[in-house]
């Protein structure tokens, strides 16, 4: 049991550049969310997925778009990236519900130059 | 915008003292409330959650909500210096996303 996993770990990208980030989870979760942390800011909501089919922007979707591909894997797309998107994205599953406690991955540092 | 607000520290407590975090939000409707404690380079990891006033304990962890204050606490007994951390308080105000704190750092010292 993996619980959340995220690649690439690490990855450093040009000014225009695109790239995919990959999540998946194993603990049958309905519910899947897409963060970033920046120093000083905290955890943003980017987007998050209810259920699976279901998308929803979170505070900070702008230069980003999702994809639930089946209920185990969401990913986020940069399809320009910025230097304001340098930080570390974090993958996080939950249940869905009240308590929603939410799992999170190991994260992905993104420098974009 | 709903804020979750949280001294940033650094708190620094003695080993085996122990180590009070509190936590404030804004949105009344909030439901349910969550520690997190992140260690330096790694993800968030749960420590407890608590979404009925009053206290609920975990081993060394106590959680205490207050929601006529708006205020919920993390208090962890006879810290030790592993516990040096981030704790981060997070607010689920309805449905699926929560809202996070930015955070207080914590010291222990042996």
């Known amino acids: 049991n993996a619980g959340v996993t995220q690649t690439p770990k690490f990855q450093v990208l040009k000014t225009g550049q695109s790239m995919t980030l990959q999540c998946a989870q194993d603990m049958n979760h309905n519910s899947m969310y897409w963060y970033r942390q920046d120093p000083g800011m905290g955890l943003r909501l980017i987007y998050y997925?209810?259920?699976?089919?279901?998308?929803d922007k979170g505070e900070v979707p702008n230069g980003y778009n999702v994809s639930r591909l089946n209920k185990r894997e969401f990913s986020l797309r940069l399809e320009s990236a910025a230097p304001s998107q340098t930080s570390v994205y974090f993958c996080?599953?939950?249940?869905?519900?009240?308590?929603?406690?939410?799992?999170f991955g190991p994260g992905t540092r993104l420098t974009v130059l | 915008q709903k804020e979750v607000e949280q001294n940033s520290g650094p708190l620094s407590v003695p080993e085996g003292a122990i180590a009070s975090l509190n936590c404030t939000y804004s949105?009344?409707?909030?439901?349910?409330f969550f520690w997190y404690r992140q260690y330096s380079g790694k993800s968030p990891e749960l420590i407890m959650f608590i979404y009925s006033n009053g206290d609920k304990e975990d081993g060394r962890f106590t959680a205490q909500l207050n929601k006529a204050s708006q205020y919920v606490s993390l208090l962890i007994r006879d810290s030790q210096p592993s516990d040096s951390a981030t704790y981060l308080c997070?607010?689920?105000?309805?449905?699926?996303?929560?809202?996070f704190g930015k955070g207080t750092s914590l010291l222990v010292t042996p």
């Open positions: 949105d009344r409707g909030s439901q349910s």
């Open positions: 996080a599953s939950s249940v869905g519900g009240r308590t929603d406690t939410q799992y």
């Open positions: 997070a607010v689920n105000p309805s449905g699926y996303a929560l809202n």
């Open positions: 997925s209810a259920s699976e089919g279901t998308t």
